[in-house]
């Protein structure tokens, strides 16, 4: 049995959304489904930790979301994870790698972390994300993409927490 952690994932705008359904609805017309978990935005995971700091981790994205802008980046490639796991990936900025160390450092620097930045589009066997690729490759160009809102997720099974609205998205 695995055990439960929280995740907190940097959320799209409804523009970037539409565009990486769009991306995924290409492999899905083709064939692929995948594994990855469906029901929730596209997002790019920040980090997670243990179940006990949920309280803690609420308060600190309340304070550190109210401070910070929505942030911009440039969707700029495809790439792989082994060959299980299809994604696009940003060009890194300074205020996304901030909001990931902002969340999780000092505190989450046990042992070597490493963590890029990228936003799922598939999860399945090595054969079939070789077959998925010449199609993702085929219609990818790069697009800019902004970060509106962080989200606490608990997983397994999926519980949404909470949402936090990064301060320049929040209506004015």
């Known amino acids: 049995m695995e055990e439960k952690s ?15 359904a769009g991306y995924y609805d290409v492999l899905r017309r083709n064939g692929f489904t995948g ?13 997670n930790r243990d179940t006990a700091c949920e309280e803690q981790l609420i308060n600190k994205m ?6 910070t802008n929505s942030i911009k980046i440039m969707m700029s490639h495809i790439g792989l994870f082994g060959l299980n796991v299809l ?18 450092f000092p505190e989450y ?3 070597c972390h490493h963590w890029a930045a990228h936003a799922t589009l598939l999860i399945d066997e090595p054969d079939k994300i070789l077959k998925a690729l010449p199609d993702a490759a085929g219609c990818f ?10 989200a606490l997720y608990e997983f397994f099974p999926i519980r949404f927490i909470k949402e936090f609205i990064l301060s320049a998205s929040a209506p004015r």
Do not use: W
């Open 6 to 20: 929280l995740f907190l994932i940097a959320v799209f705008d409804d523009e970037t959304q539409k565009t990486l």
């Open 35 to 47: 594994s990855q978990t469906k029901d929730i935005p596209y997002h790019i995971t920040l980090g």
């Open 62 to 67: 309340d304070n550190i979301c109210a401070e």
């Open 87 to 104: 994604f696009i990936a940003p060009n890194m900025n300074t205020e996304l790698l901030t909001l990931q160390r902002l969340l999780f």
């Open 109 to 111: 620097t046990s042992g």
């Open 141 to 150: 160009k790069p697009f800019e993409a902004r970060i509106v809102k962080v």
